[in-house]
Nanobody, 124 residues
Framework: QVQMDESGGGLVQAGGSLRLSCAASGRTFGNYAMGWFRQAPGKEREFVAAISWNGGSTLYADSVKGRFTISRDNAKNTGYLQMNSLKPDDTAIYCC?????????????????WGQGTQVTVSS
């Protein structure tokens, strides 16, 4: 069992930046790949980014590529999502998730452990 706890969300103007954190506990974080997903009101959950167990491999959705950066610090049992050049379309609840694999996945069904999410609101 892995517990995931997100933080760092908030209200920001378009063009601004936020850094989300995902603190993991309960199991060895380094054994898990990690992903970030988001869900906007009235829309389905969508993949944002994923990172391998050691941070050596990353995946991004086309909509965030070049603006968002996923990273992790296994010594701190924490993952991060740096979000730059934010747009109103990025407004959503952002959740981190863990998967007991070496490499992340774009499919939310592959992830076994989820946090509660943190709200990100981007004003125009």
């Amino acid at each position: 069992q892995v517990q995931m706890d997100e933080s760092g969300g908030g209200l920001v103007q378009a063009g601004g930046s936020l850094r989300l954190s995902c603190a993991a506990s309960g199991r060895t974080f380094g054994n898990y790949a990690m992903g970030w997903f988001r869900q906007a009101p009235g829309k389905e959950r969508e993949f944002v980014a994923a990172i391998s167990w050691n941070g050596g491999s990353t995946l991004y959705a086309d909509s965030v590529k070049g603006r968002f950066t996923i990273s992790r610090d296994n010594a701190k049992n924490t993952g991060y999502l740096q979000m730059n050049s934010l747009k109103p379309d990025d407004t959503a609840i952002y959740c981190c998730a863990a998967i007991l694999r070496l490499y992340g996945s774009r499919r939310s069904d592959d992830y076994a452990y989820w946090g509660q999410g943190t709200q990100v609101t981007v004003s125009s």
